[in-house]
T-cell receptor
Framework: LAKTTQPISMDSYEGQEVNITCSHN???????ITWYQQFPSQGPRFIIQ???TKVTNEVASLFIPADRKSSTLSLPRVSLSDTAVYYC??????????FGAGTRLFVKA | NAGVTQTPKFQVLKTGQSMTLQCAQD?????MYWYRQDPGMGLRLIYY???????DKGEVPNGYNVSRLNKREFSLRLESAAPSQTSVYFC??????????????FGSGTRLTVV
């Protein structure tokens, strides 16, 4: 799996847009980019997955530039309930997925 | 609701005791996984089963054994529990590998304390 680097923590306020960037300089041609969300005392939950350009669903958007060496998870108008840890995973065809420390997002009122 | 079910949710063991954590999925997924998560840390893979009838070691397999009982069930056994195994254990499943296609679905976790 490609090594990923993301901020350890971020703070935001309710109603703001939050962008979390993940760097993956050695991404391979066939690799997907996948983001997960983990609330306290729960297992991680799949948020979004993409390969290139932009992907949007009801929860978030994922922006991937042409060189695919980074990606940005965008959460529109966050609320207190978006306080969680967000994990960026990059890879394909492998079972030994490692979830790093992720980015701890804390949303304030 | 469809998903991954883990039992028990909480467990306290004495050092040296054994126990089995149970996991079942009803999504007809081929692959299943056991992870552990220590406080403030990411998840570390203990064992995985790419398909029914196969199991393989992950990053931290020592002190654990697994059984893929059938396509639905994947159990994790601690033969002689140690305080270092105090952690939250998550089971997950995926259609194929978790980083392509459909991604992982996780259970709600088992919080294990070894005293």
């Amino acid at each position: 799996l490609a090594k990923t680097t993301q901020p350890i923590s971020m703070d935001s306020y309710e109603g703001q847009e939050v962008n979390i960037t993940c760097s993956h300089n050695n991404i391979a041609t066939n690799d997907y980019i996948t983001w997960y969300q983990q609330f306290p005392s729960q297992g991680p939950r799949f948020i979004i997955q993409g390969y290139k350009t932009k992907v949007t669903n009801e929860v978030a958007s994922l922006f991937i530039p042409a060189d695919r060496k980074s990606s940005t998870l965008s959460l529109p108008r966050v609320s207190l309930s978006d306080t969680a840890v967000y994990y960026c995973l990059v890879g394909v065809g492998g079972f030994k997925t490692i979830f790093g420390a992720g980015t701890r997002l804390f949303v304030k009122a | 609701n469809a998903g991954v079910t883990q039992t028990p949710k909480f467990q306290v063991l004495k050092t040296g005791q054994s126990m089995t954590l149970q996991c079942a999925q009803d999504m007809n997924h081929n692959s299943m996984y056991w992870y552990r998560q220590d406080p403030g840390m990411g998840l570390r893979l203990i064992y995985y089963s790419a398909s029914e009838g196969t199991t393989d070691k992950g990053e931290v397999p020592n002190g654990y054994n697994v059984s893929r009982l059938n396509k639905r069930e994947f159990s994790l056994r601690l033969e002689s529990a140690a305080p270092s195994q105090t952690s939250v254990y998550f089971c997950a499943s995926s259609e194929r590998s978790g980083t392509e296609g459909y991604g992982y679905t996780f259970g709600s976790g088992t919080r294990l304390t070894v005293v």
